[in-house]
């Protein structure tokens, strides 16, 4: 089960979409709310997402809101990303900022400051232990933290886009290649040793005479499998503005789904998170 935003731009709201994947198939595209940066809650039961990038909402699978509040200290500038772990839900901005709130009440719990104001933050993993993002000036570097390790540093070395798996012990991040910026991405673990590099034209199946261009936006891992790499994959980077076609990897197998009926369509359907295992039915509702 998959959740879509139909937007071209990860700093901007539009229609957020759920999407049931059966045996490699999509059964169903509903819309489902507004918003950006939508995430599974741990048992995938809801969801989170965020309206004009203070605005916290959590929905049913269905779309009903159940609870919305306003996040703290958060600027028009400031790049909001949000995470659903054990503890609650995450927010992470554009500075050395995060902060953990309760997804029962919307409360504050705690701020955790790491990095420096330089610091772009990103997602949580799922246990807490680890959080993922770069370090903008005075060059890209991919950053990690380690939360149950006195927020120790690892630096992951050039590139952005960090996200670590959900029991972080392995993080993803976007390479710099020259000429094809976004076409291949690395797996490290804590050790810091390379296990695999990705390549956009070996793990999707695109014809490379007709993919001039093309690369991913973002990728990160799902909320809760090791397995499985979230790809949002299109044309004209950065913005991908002529369409942007979501995939799934499973880093197992090898092999990749598309979570988007029409694979060479002009959408603009960004991949926020899938939950492997659980599809959505009426029946859960009730």
């Not at 959740?3 to 979409?17: F, R």
Request: hydrophobic share 35%; charged share 25%.
């Amino acid at each position: 089960m998959g959740l879509l935003i139909d937007q071209n731009n990860w700093e901007k709201d539009g229609d957020v979409y759920r999407v049931d994947l059966e045996r490699g198939t999509v059964r169903t595209t509903v819309r489902v709310s507004y918003g950006r940066c939508a995430r599974f809650s741990p048992d995938g039961a809801k969801f989170v997402c965020l309206e004009n990038q203070d605005i916290v909402k959590i929905c049913n699978m269905d779309g009903a809101e159940t609870l919305r509040f306003k996040a703290a200290e958060v600027s028009a500038a400031d790049e909001v990303v949000c995470s659903w772990t054990k503890s609650g839900i995450w927010l992470s901005y554009a500075g050395p900022d995060m902060h953990l709130y309760d997804s029962r009440n919307g409360t504050l719990v705690k701020t955790v400051r790491l990095g420096d104001r330089r610091w772009i933050g990103r997602h949580v993993c799922l246990e807490e232990t680890a959080v993922g993002g770069q370090q903008i000036e005075p060059c890209a570097r991919a950053l990690a933290f380690l939360l149950n390790d006195n927020n120790r540093k690892l630096d992951l070395g050039d590139g952005c886009g960090v996200c670590p798996s959900p029991d972080g012990l392995l993080f993803t991040h976007n390479l710099w290649e020259k000429g094809r910026p976004h076409q291949t991405m690395r797996i490290r673990n804590r050790a810091l040793n390379t296990l695999q590099y990705l390549y956009l034209f070996d793990i999707l199946p695109y014809p490379r005479k007709e993919s001039q261009g093309w690369c991913w936006n973002n990728q990160k891992w799902s909320s809760n499998s090791n397995d499985i790499i979230l790809i949002s994959a299109g044309n004209s980077f950065p913005q991908l503005t002529r369409c942007i076609i979501p995939w799934i990897y499973n880093y197992k197998t090898g092999i990749s789904h598309c979570l988007h009926v029409n694979q060479r369509s002009n959408d603009r359907r960004m991949l926020h998170d899938f939950y492997e295992g659980r599809l959505w039915s009426e029946e859960e509702s009730t």
